[in-house]
């Protein structure tokens, strides 16, 4: 019969004290230890709640990125085909995306860079959703449009080329 997580966890905690207690107990009788929240086994559910989070943000930056591209009205090198197709290709992969290899930046995006490829379209804000991107080089395409505000919610971001498109308005501090 199995046992549940909190059943099994407080049979693991049970000890035999090695000499009659204060209390005049047998020592040959288990008693358990008393519990604090701190020792309750948490550590699976950071790793689940840290887990959840990673692919949050993980998922977020794949529909920045696919939402990037589907503003893309015309891609004539035809470079962004392979982003978003049911391949096995993570997005990591793609074309112009860069990803972090370690700590929390492991996996999530921390480059995209897109220059001279005359993509036409608009900005999509959601370009703004990746937390790490840090390089965003979208020069020398056919973009046009409002430079999205959303820019400013990129606090990694230091570098930043858009020029050579026809973008309007202005680039938020």
């Known amino acids: 019969m199995a046992q549940e997580?909190?059943?099994?966890?407080?049979l693991a905690n049970e000890t035999k004290d090695p000499l009659?207690?204060?209390n005049g107990r047998d020592s040959n009788v288990p008693t358990t230890k008393p519990l604090s929240y701190s020792q309750f086994p948490l550590v699976p559910l950071c790793y689940?709640?840290?887990?959840?989070?990673?692919?949050?943000?993980?998922?977020?930056d794949h529909l920045?990125?696919?939402s990037f591209k589907n503003l893309i009205t015309d891609d004539p090198s035809g470079l962004l085909n392979s982003w978003g197709n049911k391949s096995t290709v993570t997005y990591c992969r793609w074309h112009g995306?860069?990803?972090g290899a370690r700590g929390q930046r492991r996996g999530r995006v921390t480059a995209l860079e897109l220059p001279g490829l005359n993509?036409?379209?608009t900005i999509s804000p959601k370009i703004a959703n990746p937390t790490f991107l840090t390089r965003l080089d979208l020069?020398?395409?056919q973009l046009h449009g409002p430079a999205p505000h959303e820019?400013?919610?990129l606090l990694s971001l230091n570098h930043l080329d858009l020029s050579f498109n026809t973008l309007n308005g202005k680039i938020p501090p």
């Open 139 to 141: 020069s020398k395409n």
């Open 97 to 99: 995306v860069t990803c």
């Open 20 to 22: 009659k207690d204060g």
């Open 64 to 66: 920045a990125l696919l």
């Open 119 to 121: 993509l036409s379209g």
């Open 48 to 60: 689940l709640a840290s887990g959840f989070q990673v692919a949050t943000n993980a998922s977020t």
């Open 151 to 153: 820019f400013s919610l």
């Open 5 to 10: 997580p909190l059943q099994a966890y407080l």
